[in-house]
């Protein structure tokens, strides 16, 4: 079984950063490609951004790309979401999530692809 645990959300000023942290435990961490996804108020949960399971291919949303860099640090089972000049669009609900996936190169958008979710960290952004 695979646990996510997320942490690192908070409070901020627009134009504030914040980095979140996912770690991981139960199987080895490179056996996934991982995301990040956001649920913001009243809206549907939504792509932000995404990693290979080597680390090398990632993907952002439009919105955050200049802003956001997506890691992760394999030998320590955790992911990063470094997210710079916040916007009081960023406030959301913050998701990882696992993508069990063979290949080590493949990045998803889709939700419903992955396996494993955490339970999500609040980002408010005040204007």
């Known amino acids: 079984q695979v646990q996510l645990v997320e942490s690192g959300g908070g409070l901020v000023q627009a134009g504030a950063s914040l980095r979140l942290s996912c770690a991981e435990s139960g199987r080895p961490f490179d056996d996934y490609a991982m995301g990040w996804f956001r649920r913001r108020p009243g809206k549907e949960r939504e792509f932000v951004a995404a990693v290979s399971r080597t680390g090398v291919v990632k993907d952002y949303a439009d919105d955050v790309k200049d802003r956001f860099i997506i890691s992760r640090r394999n030998h320590e089972r955790t992911l990063f979401l470094q997210m710079d000049s916040l916007k009081p669009e960023d406030t959301a609900v913050y998701y990882c999530?696992?993508?069990?996936?063979?290949?080590?190169?493949?990045?998803?958008?889709?939700?419903?692809?992955?396996?494993?979710w955490g339970q999500g960290t609040q980002v408010t952004v005040s204007s």
């Open positions: 999530a696992a993508d069990q996936t063979p290949s080590p190169m493949l990045t998803r958008r889709t939700d419903a692809l992955y396996d494993y």
